[in-house]
C-alpha cells in the first residue's frame, strides 16, 4: 500500500498516534477513576461521544445527533424528510424520477426505522429489503480497480420495475438449516442463503457470473465513522499480521467518482465506498434509479438536485448513537470481559478518536466507541461470497460496526446479522465467524453456557 | 515486532475496561421497592395495547370492510349518491389508521404494512398506465403493484379526484382492487397484534422477558416515543412541509380535502396512548396520565390540556388546508396549530418523560 519514501514518515506518524493515544488513554483512566469507590460512578464513556442519545425504542435510530447546532439540526431535519421521500415514475408533480428499474423507492424503505433491512425479494409492500451486486470475472472494470459488470446488467440486479418495465430478474431466497454443536453438548442450528436468479427471458443467470447477497444497514454514526482520519485507520491496520496475531486487518482501496482518485474505503459491506456522499448517490441511482448530479447515468438532466444530495448526505452524517444500556448489570461487565479476554476487539475496536478536521465540527474529536475497525478481515470460506470488490478478497468483509446492535429487534422487530442476513440471532452471527476469527470463534464455543450467555446480554446492551 | 495495531489495542482496551468496569450508565431507573408502581406501569402497558391499540386496528378492519362493501355497490351501481357513500366510507377509515399513527412500529413497520396502505404520493403516471392497459384488475393483480399504486391515498384518488361522470369500469375494478387490498391489509395488521405464533400484543404486554422490549420501561418509553413521532411529524412535516415551501403537491390527502382531519386523528391518537382510552369505541383504561400523575398531578393534567388544545388548534386551521396554506390570512392559525403540536411535544419529552423514567 505504501511505497519505500512513505514508510518513514508514516513511521513517525504511527509514533505520534501511540503517544496521543497513551495520553489520552490514560486521562481517561483517571478521569474514569476519579473518585471511584465511594459510591461515586464513574463516567463512562459514551457509544457516540457528544452525538449519543439516551433512547432504547424503536425510533432510537432516528434521532438526531444531541450536539447539533440550531442550523444543522435545521439542515438534518430537512434530510429526514429527503430520506424518507417515495420516488415515482415521471413525470410526476412529486419526487419524480423512480426507476424504471429500481430494488426499493426511498432510503427509508430499506434502511427501515434507519435500522436494517430484511433478507426478502419481491415482498408486495415491502419490495426487496436486501439487493444483489453481480460481476463479470471476464469483464471490464468502468473504473479503476473496481467490479466488471454483467452485460445488460451492470452491477447490481434491479428485480422491481415501474409498470410497463420488465424487472431485469427474479430473485429468491431459500435458506438450508444447518445444525451443529457445542463442545458442551449443546446443540445450535445455523442457516445458509441459497439464492436463485432467474432472469427476465426466464433463463438462470449464468453460473460464472459472482453474485453477493447484501443486506441493508443500519444508518446510526455513520458521520462519525467518516470522521476517523485515515491515518488512524493506517495506523490500525496490520496488512502483513506483522505481530503474529493472526488478525491481518487492511483499508480497502476504492475509486472515488468525484476525486476520480483511490481513497480509503469506508462503507459498505466491503469498505467499497470512500465517503457518505458517494454511498447516497450510488443507492440512489443503483436502488431506485434515481439519477443525482454525481452520477447523472443518461439523463439529460438529474433526478435530483446537488441541494437534495446534499440534504440526504447530510442526514446520513448527522444521526445520533444511542447510549448503552444496562451497564450496571453485572452480567453484562462479565460479558464486556469475556469480549476482550476472547479477543473480539481486535477488530471489533472498542474505542476511536474522530479527527479534528472533519468537515462537521459536531463529529470532530470524538471518543466513541463503534466497535469496528473499518478494516476488511478474512472471514473464512462460510461467509465468503467468493466476489471480491476493489482490494477486498471474496473472503474480506469490512468489521460490522456493533453500536446499537442490541436494538436490532427492538428497532425491527426482527433479528437478521451479517452481509446477508443470514443470522437470526446474535449467537448465529458468532458461530459464523471464520478465516481470522476462527480462533476467537472457537474460544466463543469453548466457553460455558453462562459465560457465552454472558457475552451475547454485552452485546445486547451495546 | 512491536506492533502498532496491538499497542493501541492494548491501550483502547485498557482504556475501555476501566473505564466502564464500574459502569455508571444507568439506564435501569426501576429502583427498589417500587412495586405498586411497577403494578401500575404493567397495567398501563396492557391498557394501551388492549384497549387502544388493539381496539383501533380492529375498528380500521372493519371500516376497511366498510369501504370495500361500499365501493363494490359504486361499481354496480355507479351514481353520484354511491360516489358520496362511498367517499363517507373512505373518510370513516381513515379515522382509525391516522389514530393509529401514533404507535408506528411493530408489525405496522417491518411487515410492510405502513407502505402498502399509506405510501404516498401516488405514482399517477403508473397509474394511467395500469388503467391503460388490457391487465385484469383482480385483487391479486393490484396486490403485486408497487405500494404507491395502492392504499388509501391511490383509493382515495380515484373516490375524490374525477366526477361520477368519468369514472369507468377500469377505474370501478381497480378501485374495488385497491380498497380489497386494503381490507386485507387492515385485517393482517390485526391479527398480527392479537394471533399468530407470537402476536406483538403479547410480546408488548410481556416487555421485559424479550428483546424487542428488554424492560416494562422500555415498552413505556415506546409509547411516548410514538406520541411524539407523530407530534413532531404533525408540526413539522404534515404542515411544515407544504406550509414553509408553499407546495400543495406536498399536502397529505389532498384530494379529498381531509388533511385537517387526518392531522386531528393523529393526536387524537396521541391523546389515546396518553389516557388509555378509546373513546370512538367507549372505552376507558389507565393511561400514562396516571402514571405521570402519581408524580405529579398539575404536570400529568396539564400536558392532556395541551394535547387537547394542539386538536383545537387543528380544527381552528380555515378548511380547507390546501388552499389554507396559500393564504396570508391562515398563517397565525396554521402556526399557532405547529406551536401548539411543538408545546405538547415538549412537555411531553422535557417533563413527562423523565417523571416517568
Given at each position: 500500500m505504501f511505497n519505500k519514501g512513505e514508510k518513514r514518515s508514516e513511521d513517525n506518524y504511527v509514533r505520534y498516534v501511540l503517544i496521543l493515544t497513551a495520553f489520552l488513554a490514560m486521562s481517561f483512566v483517571f478521569t474514569a477513576c476519579d473518585g471511584g469507590g465511594s459510591g461515586e460512578e464513574a463516567e463512562p464513556i459514551r457509544a457516540g461521544g457528544d452525538t449519543s442519545v439516551d433512547n432504547r425504542t424503536s425510533f432510537a435510530f432516528e434521532a438526531p445527533a444531541s450536539n447539533l447546532s440550531e442550523e444543522s439540526l435545521d439542515k438534518h431535519l430537512e434530510g429526514d424528510i429527503t430520506f424518507g421521500d417515495v420516488f415515482v415514475t415521471p413525470p410526476a408533480p412529486r419526487n419524480p424520477g423512480l426507476g424504471p428499474l429500481f430494488n426499493n423507492v426511498s432510503c427509508e424503505a430499506c434502511h427501515i426505522k434507519n435500522g436494517r433491512g430484511l433478507p426478502e425479494f419481491g415482498n408486495t409492500g415491502l419490495r426487496s429489503l436486501s439487493l444483489v451486486r453481480i460481476s463479470d470475472p471476464n469483464g471490464t472494470p468502468t473504473v479503476p480497480g473496481g467490479n466488471p459488470p454483467v452485460e445488460g446488467l451492470g452491477n447490481q440486479i434491479q428485480d422491481h420495475a415501474t409498470f410497463g418495465f420488465e424487472p431485469e430478474a427474479d430473485v429468491t431466497l431459500e435458506w438450508e438449516e444447518i445444525i451443529g454443536n457445542y463442545p458442551d453438548g449443546t446443540s445450535y442450528n445455523l442457516r445458509r442463503p441459497i439464492l436463485s436468479v432467474t432472469l427476465a427471458n426466464g433463463e438462470p443467470l449464468v453460473s460464472e457470473y459472482l453474485t453477493s447477497v447484501r443486506l441493508p444497514p443500519p444508518v446510526i454514526g455513520l458521520g462519525l465513522l467518516e470522521a476517523i482520519p485515515d491515518e488512524t485507520l493506517i495506523a490500525i491496520a496490520d496488512p502483513d499480521d506483522e505481530d503474529g496475531d493472526g488478525i491481518s486487518g487492511r483499508p480497502n482501496m476504492v475509486w472515488n467518482i468525484v476525486t476520480l482518485e483511490t481513497e480509503i474505503g469506508r462503507f459498505g459491506r466491503k469498505a467499497s465506498m470512500p465517503n457518505l456522499r458517494q454511498q447516497a448517490a450510488t443507492a440512489y441511482f443503483e436502488d431506485m434509479g434515481v439519477s443525482s448530479p454525481d452520477i447523472q447515468g443518461?439523463?439529460?438532466?438529474?433526478?435530483?438536485d446537488e441541494e437534495t444530495l446534499d440534504i440526504t448526505t447530510f442526514y446520513t452524517q448527522t444521526l445520533a448513537v444511542p447510549l448503552r444500556l444496562n451497564t450496571d448489570d453485572p452480567d453484562v461487565a462479565d460479558g464486556e470481559n469475556i469480549f476482550f479476554d476472547l479477543g473480539c476487539n481486535l477488530c471489533h475496536l472498542s474505542v476511536v478518536e474522530t479527527g479534528d478536521d472533519y468537515e462537521l465540527p459536531e463529529m470532530r474529536n470524538q471518543v466513541i466507541q463503534p466497535f469496528t475497525d473499518l478494516l476488511l478481515h478474512d472471514m473464512g470460506e462460510g461467509l465468503a461470497d467468493n466476489r471480491p470488490d476493489f482490494e477486498a478478497t471474496g473472503r474480506e468483509w469490512r468489521t460490522a460496526?456493533?453500536?446499537?446492535?442490541?436494538l436490532t429487534a427492538t428497532v425491527l422487530g426482527l433479528q437478521n446479522y451479517l452481509h446477508d442476513g443470514r443470522a437470526r440471532t446474535l449467537e448465529e452471527a458468532i458461530l459464523w465467524h471464520g478465516g481470522e476469527a476462527e480462533d476467537v470463534k472457537d474460544g466463543f464455543m469453548n466457553l460455558s453456557k453462562e459465560e457465552r450467555d454472558k457475552l451475547l446480554k454485552f452485546l445486547s446492551s451495546l | 515486532m512491536f506492533s502498532t495495531k496491538r499497542i493501541l489495542v492494548f491501550i483502547f482496551s485498557v482504556l475501555f475496561v476501566v473505564s466502564c468496569g464500574g459502569g455508571g450508565d444507568d439506564s435501569d431507573g426501576s429502583g427498589d421497592g417500587g412495586g405498586t408502581n411497577d403494578e401500575l406501569i404493567q397495567t398501563v402497558i396492557n391498557d394501551y395495547v388492549d384497549q387502544v391499540v388493539i381496539p383501533t386496528y380492529e375498528l380500521l378492519s372493519e371500516r376497511a370492510t366498510a369501504l370495500r362493501v361500499a365501493v363494490e355497490v359504486l361499481r354496480d351501481d355507479p351514481t353520484q349518491e354511491n360516489l358520496e357513500a362511498a367517499r363517507d366510507a373512505w373518510f370513516d377509515a381513515r379515522v382509525p389508521w391516522e389514530q393509529s399513527?401514533?404507535?408506528?412500529?411493530?408489525p405496522v413497520d417491518f411487515k410492510g404494512h405502513d407502505p402498502a396502505l399509506d405510501t404516498w404520493p401516488v405514482n399517477r403516471t403508473d397509474l394511467d398506465a395500469v388503467l391503460e392497459s388490457g391487465n385484469d384488475l383482480t385483487e391479486d393483480f393490484v396486490a403485486n403493484l408497487d405500494p404507491s399504486l395502492k392504499g388509501f391515498h391511490t383509493a382515495e384518488y380515484l373516490l375524490f379526484a374525477f366526477d361520477i361522470e368519468e369514472l369507468g369500469d377500469r377505474e370501478f375494478d381497480y378501485l374495488v382492487s385497491v380498497v380489497s387490498d386494503i381490507e386485507t391489509t387492515a385485517a393482517e395488521l390485526y391479527t398480527d397484534w392479537v394471533g399468530g405464533e407470537e402476536p406483538f400484543g403479547d410480546i408488548m404486554k410481556g416487555a421485559g422477558s424479550n428483546s424487542v422490549f428488554p424492560s416494562e420501561e422500555s415498552a413505556v418509553e415506546q409509547i411516548i416515543e410514538g406520541m411524539s413521532i407523530i407530534l413532531d411529524e404533525v408540526a413539522n412535516g404534515k404542515i411544515a412541509e407544504p406550509y414553509d415551501n408553499q407546495d400543495v403537491e406536498a399536502v397529505e390527502s389532498q384530494f379529498s380535502f381531509n388533511s385537517r382531519q387526518d392531522f386531528t386523528d393523529d393526536i387524537r391518537g396521541v391523546l389515546n396512548s396518553y389516557t388509555g382510552d378509546q373513546p370512538d369505541l367507549g372505552l376507558v383504561g389507565t393511561g400514562l396520565n396516571e402514571l405521570a400523575a402519581e408524580s405529579d398531578p398539575e404536570l400529568a393534567q396539564r400536558l392532556e390540556d395541551e394535547i387537547n388544545a394542539a386538536i383545537a388548534a387543528i380544527l381552528a386551521i380555515p378548511q380547507p388546508f390546501r388552499d389554507a396554506i396559500l393564504d396570508p390570512d391562515a398563517a397565525d392559525e396554521i402556526e399557532a396549530a405547529q406551536e401548539a403540536c411543538r408545546q405538547a411535544f415538549d412537555t411531553l419529552n422535557e417533563e413527562v418523560l423523565p417523571i416517568i423514567q
Open positions: 443518461e439523463d439529460a438532466e438529474p433526478d435530483i460496526p456493533l453500536w446499537g446492535i442490541g | 399513527e401514533s404507535w408506528l412500529f411493530g
